[in-house]
């Protein structure tokens, strides 16, 4: 008998990767709910359909992703409704029916400040010595460092981390970075950095692009896949890091588009400063999975993102 699945979001840039990938498998029966569906901010509402449904898994691709909008009050309070207490709704409505519950979160809940990640066997007693002489340090966060966001929009997605472990059971909280793929199906979605950039580097000669804030870009149906691969193998409850490797700067990782897509449009590297944007950004917010196998490079997905746009 196919294992019931609740793909929450499912008109979003991740949530229509996921039904596709598990519509795919006749192992699974799909269920894919939006907003017109479901109010997952309505807690009552959220507990009795879930409750209904008698779903296996339990998916929430829902989000409010609007970073600089969040810094206003009203806005905030709408990010605090979706991203911090929904999870929590969801998560409690999981753990009632005994659901797997998978919850996305964001690379922004840190403050960029990441520490080097020396070999497990460092002493940290001398500058040198035969272990690291092999040893590339990797700079970023992992899974078990301390959430310290700096935005409202950070604020918000470590709230709903924490509303997703106190009230679920048996749950995936997976942190992702600069999501990008097919453009959602909601209306007025928002569209991925490089599909703004491609549109930008066919309309004018130059564009400026912030050389700062590294981090890395997630691939939804990358991420999508691997979400599926997580679930399948019965993987250890808790969080998880979900991104494509090789971090870069908003600056890099423009080079590389046009590179790829042979836009000769000029670059120029600016300073975060330049730009005037109401929410902080982490300096370096570069996740690091370190209990996964690694997802291919965001150059490599990328070159399929882009044929697939032909």
């Given amino acids: ?68 909008k969040a810094e206003e009050k ?12 929904a999870p929590g709704y969801l998560a409690k409505a999981a753990k009632k029916i005994g659901a797997i ?13 990441p ?9 940290h007693s001398c500058a040198s010595c035969i272990i690291h002489k092999k040893y590339r340090p990797k700079i970023g966060f992992n899974e078990g460092d301390k959430p310290r ?4 929009y950070g604020k918000s997605k470590f709230m709903g981390e924490r509303e997703t472990e ?29 599909d703004m950039m491609l549109e930008l580097g066919k309309k004018n000669k130059e564009v400026k692009v912030v050389d700062g804030e590294t981090s890395c870009f997630t691939y939804a149906p990358d991420l999508a896949k691997k979400t599926k691969e997580i679930i399948e193998a019965h993987k250890p409850f808790g969080i998880y890091h979900i991104v494509n490797e090789n971090s870069c700067t908003w600056y890099e990782a423009v080079m590389e588009l046009y590179r790829q897509a042979k836009i000769k449009t000029k670059v120029i590297s600016v300073d975060p400063a330049e730009f005037l944007r109401p929410a902080k950004r ?6 690091l999975n370190t209990k996964l196998n ?17």
């Avoid at 080097?116 to 066997?121: R, S």
């Avoid at 966001?149 to 409202?152: F, K, L, T």
């Avoid at 982490?282 to 996740?287: D, R, V, W």
């Fill in 166 to 194: 106190k009230n679920g059971k048996k749950y995936y909280l997976i942190r992702l970075s600069k999501l990008f793929g097919r453009p959602a199906m909601a209306k007025n979605a928002k569209k991925s950095f490089f």
């Fill in 294 to 310: 690694p997802l291919r490079s965001y150059g490599s997905a990328l070159k399929e993102h882009l044929k697939l746009k032909k």
């Fill in 115 to 123: 520490k080097i990640q020396e070999p497990g066997n460092c002493t």
């Fill in 101 to 113: 519950f998978v919850h996305y979160s964001s690379d922004y809940v840190f403050n960029g400040e």
């Fill in 1 to 68: 008998m196919p294992k019931k699945v609740l793909i929450i979001g499912s008109k979003g840039m991740l949530g229509q990767e996921l039904t596709k990938i598990f519509r795919k498998d006749d192992n699974y029966e799909i269920t894919a709910w939006d907003k017109e569906e479901i109010d997952i901010t309505k807690q009552k509402e959220t507990g009795s359909k879930i409750s209904k449904l008698k779903p296996a898994v339990v998916i929430n691709a829902a989000a409010y992703n609007a970073v600089d």
């Fill in 282 to 287: 982490p300096a370096n917010s570069t996740l």
């Fill in 149 to 152: 966001p700096i935005s409202n």
């Fill in 74 to 85: 009203r806005e905030y309070a709408l990010a605090k409704k979706i991203n911090g207490l």
